[in-house]
């Protein structure tokens, strides 16, 4: 109702519930909600710094600059539930 619980997305800048949102483990206050992770996972799971795909169980980083995700080990943050 207020809002209480809530987290602004850093991609889309739209409050979520804190349920629905990735975190990033080195940057504890800019989160990722699940609507633009899954619409990543849409467009191909490309990485935004090296252009080649996030497969299979590699680390999924956030590129919270450019507002975009790829690999962590190209120098994303690592995201978790």
Known sequence: ????????????????????????????????????????????RTCAKCRTRVVGIQDVGAFFEQRALGHADCGGARLFA
Do not use: N
């Open 1 to 44: 109702m207020f809002g209480l619980g809530k987290k602004i997305c850093a991609f889309c800048s739209q409050p979520v519930p804190a349920k629905q949102a990735l975190h990033a483990r080195d940057r504890a206050k800019e989160i990722v909600c699940r609507t633009c992770y899954e619409q990543w996972e849409r467009s191909g």
